[in-house]
């Protein structure tokens, strides 16, 4: 698949496996970011020169800090790697905030290639960010592809 059609080949990727946004909860929403960068390709990125690569991003956001948000994104990078060039697909999950989520603080951990993926899901597994929203349900779950820059 080319860069441009990342966020429709992950939402028809959900949808075969009988997944929408409103039925995913973070292992599922982690899980299927990560089966679908694992096994899908970008045909028009150099993955081997950081072309392709998943985050794991967390932590309390919003104007007055009333969301903690749970993340996995896709970030692929085509051409000279510009801001123009580079393309992030998004899988957000949001819940309200608690004492314990301002306490994780925010952050992100890299995968840089799709042989890491089992390394890179053992370390969100075990994360606190993933130990806190491992019982909640979020709020709103949104998927977003735009440009990085």
Not at 3 to 25: H, I, K, P, Q, V
Not at 27 to 40: D, E, K, L, R, V
Not at 101 to 114: A, D, E, I, K, V
């Amino acid at each position: 698949m080319r860069a441009l059609d990342l966020e429709n080949a992950f939402l028809r990727y959900l949808g075969s496996n009988g997944r929408t946004l409103d039925n995913l909860d973070a292992a599922t929403a982690i899980g299927s970011m990560t089966m679908f960068y694992a096994h899908h390709r970008v045909t028009d990125v150099d993955i081997d020169n950081d072309g392709d690569m998943l985050f794991f991003q967390w932590g309390t956001y919003g104007s007055e800090q009333q969301e903690f948000v749970y993340d996995i994104t896709r970030q692929v990078i085509t051409g000279s790697g510009d801001d123009d060039s580079i393309r992030q697909l998004s899988l957000t999950l949001h819940y309200p905030t608690t004492a314990t989520s301002h306490s994780l603080g925010n952050g992100s951990r890299w995968c840089p290639h799709p042989e890491q993926t089992e390394t890179f899901l053992a370390l969100i597994a075990h994360h606190p960010a993933t130990t806190h929203v491992s019982s909640a349900h979020p709020y709103r779950t949104q998927v977003t592809f735009d440009h990085a820059g």
